[in-house]
């Protein structure tokens, strides 16, 4: 069964750090990008980060120098370390994988999609 399977999520507290996890199965991450995005009710995915399949990673502006994707291809799984977290970046973050990181922001572009996690940022 192909399918990307998110974990990590959970509330927390401003400026707290969290790390999610994505993990493959059924096929292979190793020539193919692996993006992040994340999605609030009444609002589009939004394209968080992306890392190719040779490292590269490529951010949206709003979490620069905070959020830091990586992969592990011998694990077959994606993590995001986010830090210094705001009330901003909660959300339901989605996994997904596609061939090339072209145009990485367009969710309609990615053939593979996990089922999310909740992550709330609340005091």
């Known amino acids: 069964q192909v399918q990307l399977v998110e974990s990590g999520g959970a509330l927390v507290q401003p400026g707290d750090s969290l790390t999610l996890t994505c993990e493959a199965s059924?096929?292979?991450?190793?020539?193919?990008?692996a993006s992040w995005f994340r999605q609030v009710p009444g609002s589009e995915r939004e394209g968080v980060t992306c890392?190719?399949?040779?490292?590269?990673?490529y951010y949206a502006d709003s979490v620069k120098g905070r959020f830091t994707v990586s992969r592990d291809d011998a694990k077959n799984t994606v993590h995001l370390e986010m830090n210094n977290l705001k009330a901003e970046d909660t959300g339901v973050y989605y996994c997904a994988a596609k061939p090339g990181f072209k145009n990485w922001y367009m969710a309609e572009l990615y053939s593979y999609w996990g089922q999310g996690t909740q992550v709330t940022v609340s005091s």
């Open positions: 890392v190719g399949s040779r490292g590269t990673t």
């Open positions: 059924g096929f292979t991450l190793d020539y193919l990008a």
